[in-house]
């Protein structure tokens, strides 16, 4: 059995020697062959530069770079078609996910599960990280069901046949768990240790809390309308339809009790509903002749490929 550690990156040059050097020791004690696969996703600084001198120091050392920054979703994604093993660990480049997981990792993986979430139980975060995340890990389990405390984690296991059936892409890699769950996979989540942010600053802000919840109606809807989307317009649809017929029918019948009509605001509300109506009925008809189309795969312009 193959295994793959995939590290998305994003100006972190301080912090690629100490995570490789920790990486490797933790690869020492496995029966494993393995690849360290780093996704450079744009790097401003002297990122890539150290990354090539450590690939010079040891060949299992895989290299792709975007020509910008495109985002972690993106840089997951090619990260997975570079990935050749049979298990693919995710951890980000920052030292805050600690390698000395990846066995824990693997273990969950083998008691059936196909993909494991680690969960930062203990955060050493600031509370303008720690609180929005804990509202949408907790909004986001409710919503999709999935009892896993932290969907944001970065430490995670994939089986290989989980990262062939799920697209990533835009922010989508928060939502991997939900989607592998919809998918039939089995899904498992273990306590990991958190540090502190030992170089650089965090890339993320409160706009990720927003991007979050976009995305979560994203998820929502291709997971459960994908294939059926004149079930969720049409459900819309034919409320505003009865509504507007219900006013339309109150209205005639006052017309043919003499009552004039014309310049009340319920007669242009009525019309618009059913408007609206016929308009999302037609959206969810055109939505499921789409859904018979093959999705065209996105690609980034890549700088370089070093394997």
């Not at 706009?207 to 979050?212: A, Y």
Request: hydrophobic letters at 40%; proline letters at 3%; glycine letters at 8%.
């Amino acid at each position: 059995m193959d295994l793959s550690i995939i590290i998305p990156l994003y100006n972190e040059e301080d912090s690629l020697n100490e995570l490789t050097r920790q990486i490797v020791e933790v690869l020492k004690d496995l029966d494993l062959s393995s690849e360290i696969c780093f996704v450079d996703d744009g790097s401003t600084d002297d990122s890539l530069a150290r990354i090539k001198h450590l690939r010079e120091q040891n060949r299992k050392i895989k290299i792709l770079s975007f020509r910008r920054n495109y985002g972690k979703s993106a840089a997951l994604s090619e990260g997975f078609k570079m990935a050749s093993g049979d298990i693919i660990i995710t951890i980000d480049a920052d030292l805050q996910d600690d390698p000395a997981e990846i066995p824990n990792l693997i273990r969950k993986i083998n008691e059936g599960y196909d993909l494991v979430s680690g969960w930062k139980k203990k955060r050493h975060d600031p509370i303008t990280k720690t609180l929005p995340s804990k509202l949408f890990n907790f909004i986001t389990a409710k919503v999709t069901g999935i009892k896993i405390h932290d969907f944001n984690c970065g430490l995670k296991a994939y089986r290989r046949e989980v990262i062939k059936e799920i697209p990533v892409y835009g922010s989508l890699h928060r939502y991997l768990p939900v989607l592998a769950h919809w998918k039939g996979f089995a899904i498992g989540e273990i306590i990991v240790n958190h540090h502190a942010r030992k170089y650089g600053v965090t890339k993320y802000g409160w706009r990720r809390f927003f991007d979050g919840f976009f995305d979560l109606f994203t998820v929502l809807f291709l997971t459960r309308y994908r294939q059926k989307p004149l079930h969720l317009f049409g459900f819309f649809g034919l409320i505003s339809l009865m509504a507007g017929f219900i006013i339309s029918l109150y209205l005639t019948v006052l017309w043919f009790q003499g009552h004039g009509i014309g310049n009340r605001p319920m007669l242009f509300l009525g019309v618009l509903l059913i408007i609206v109506g016929m308009q999302s009925f037609s959206i969810g008809l055109i939505g499921e002749m789409i859904t018979n189309l093959k999705d065209e795969e996105e690609s980034y312009p890549i700088k370089e490929k070093i394997f």
